[in-house]
């Protein structure tokens, strides 16, 4: 039986691959999926978005068994929260960012927002690039959700 060309492979799904591979050659797909990353993803947002995650797995240690401790959907309150307008209400009534936003899920030192600036007339905004970042944060953290979601799927869990 011949097998179906299902296109080229993506560097989520080394990665994928990568976290239930023997350690010896976890690496090396590791390895494999950021020099894909590097070469076949544009500085898009889906780029953007995942380089974040593998910051955070690499970098921060939010690897899937922690994102799987997560019971009560907090990867996706948390992503909710980045990705809250500067001026939305829920988010703009802690200016100047002395607490977090309602429903952020996680101590007050979790909570890392862009650098919020006086505009001087009273006004505050945020600089795109810091925009940009935040909204990166809300991304990954929304993709860590879904891959949460799916591994309870492939368990047989109906309600989350």
Do not use: N
């Amino acid at each position: 039986m011949a097998e179906h060309d299902m296109g080229p492979v993506t560097p989520q799904e080394l990665l994928g691959i990568s976290e239930s591979a023997p350690p010896e050659i976890a690496g090396r797909i590791r390895r494999a999926a950021d020099q894909l990353a590097a070469t076949e993803c544009p500085p898009s947002g889906a780029g953007r978005i995942f380089a974040e995650r593998l910051r955070q797995v690499r970098e921060e240690g939010y690897h899937w068994q922690r994102d799987d401790a997560y019971t009560k959907q907090e990867l996706a309150m948390a992503a909710a929260c980045y990705a809250h307008p500067l001026h939305e209400p829920r988010r703009s009534e802690v200016i100047p960012f002395a607490g977090v936003p309602f429903g952020w899920p996680w101590e007050l030192g979790e909570w890392k927002p862009g650098a919020v600036h006086d505009g001087g007339d009273g006004d505050v905004g945020m600089a795109v690039g810091e925009r940009i970042r935040e909204l990166e944060k809300a991304g990954a953290l929304v993709a860590a959700e879904i891959d949460r979601l799916v591994r309870l799927q492939a368990q047989g869990v109906q309600i989350v």
